[in-house]
C-alpha cells in the first residue's frame, strides 16, 4: 500500500459542496462590502452559471459573483470562495475533455473586471488567449507584468439571468 493517498479528482472538488452559506459579512470585509448578508456559493451554482454564457460572449467574475448574490437574496458573494471555485470549474471542465467529454464548460469565458485573463486557469493566459481567439474575439499583450486582456470586452459581455 502506497504512502501517498491519491489526489482528488477535480470532478469530485465541483461536487463535493452540497449547499451554499449565507454569512453575515465579516468585519474584516465589512470596510469593502458594508455590513448585511455573504454568500458562500456552491461549486456547482457556479458551474451553473458559466454554463449559460453562450459563444462569442464573456463573463466577468464580478458578474458571476452579482448574479448569485442576487439568485439567493444576499447583499454580495464571497470574491476569494467566488475565484477559487472559478478555477475548480475550469480544472473540471479540462479533467472532463480529457475523460471524453466532448461538451465541457466554457470558463475561458470568464474575464477579471478590467477584461483580463485568469494566469490560474489550465495552460495559463495562453490556452486561455487561444480559446477566446477562436471564439472572434481579440486579445492584447498585457503590459508589464499584467496579464493579456480582451478588446473592448464591454461590448461582448453575456446578460447574466
Request: one cysteine or more.
Amino acid at each position: 500500500m502506497s504512502k501517498f493517498k491519491a489526489r482528488t479528482r477535480w470532478r469530485e472538488k465541483l461536487e463535493r459542496v452540497p449547499s451554499a452559506k449565507r454569512v453575515q459579512i465579516p468585519p474584516k470585509m465589512q470596510k469593502r462590502f458594508g455590513k448585511g448578508t455573504m454568500l458562500v456559493p456552491k461549486p456547482l451554482d457556479v458551474d451553473a452559471l458559466i454554463r449559460t454564457v453562450p459563444r462569442g460572449q464573456l463573463v466577468t467574475q464580478g458578474q458571476i459573483r452579482d448574479r448569485l448574490a442576487k439568485a439567493h437574496k444576499t447583499d454580495t458573494t464571497c470574491p476569494m470562495t467566488t475565484g477559487i471555485l472559478i478555477r475548480i470549474v475550469a480544472e473540471t471542465a479540462e479533467e472532463d475533455l480529457r475523460n471524453g467529454r466532448k461538451r465541457i464548460t466554457p470558463y475561458w469565458r470568464v474575464l477579471k473586471e478590467d477584461g483580463s485573463l485568469n494566469v490560474k486557469f489550465p495552460g495559463g493566459v495562453e490556452a486561455q488567449a487561444e480559446k477566446l481567439k477562436q471564439e472572434g474575439h481579440t486579445v492584447e499583450r498585457g503590459k508589464g507584468r499584467k496579464p493579456p486582456r480582451v478588446v473592448e470586452h464591454e461590448g461582448r459581455l453575456a446578460k447574466l439571468g
